[in-house]
């Protein structure tokens, strides 16, 4: 169950820092793909906006966590 994790435990967990590496990866994409700028078009928007949420779902299950 979840609420028997730790907040460390989880962010050691694989399934979280796989979803956790991807989402990063994808953000960093989104910039590399556009040189380093910010992204030019909605579809670059869209990939940024989904990515960020990815991991902003990441990051909040961690921080929901009671301890």
Not at 2 to 25: D, F, N, P, V, Y
Request: hydrophobic content about 50%; some cysteine; overall charge neutral.
């Amino acid at each position: 169950m979840l609420t028997e994790h730790t907040r460390m435990e989880k962010m050691l967990s694989l399934e979280w820092l796989g979803q956790t590496i991807a989402s990063a990866c994808w953000i960093v994409s989104v910039f590399v793909y556009s040189n380093g700028a910010l992204p030019s078009t909605a579809g670059d928007w869209l990939q940024l906006a989904a990515a960020s949420s990815w991991m902003t779902a990441n990051v909040a299950t961690v921080l929901s966590i009671k301890r």
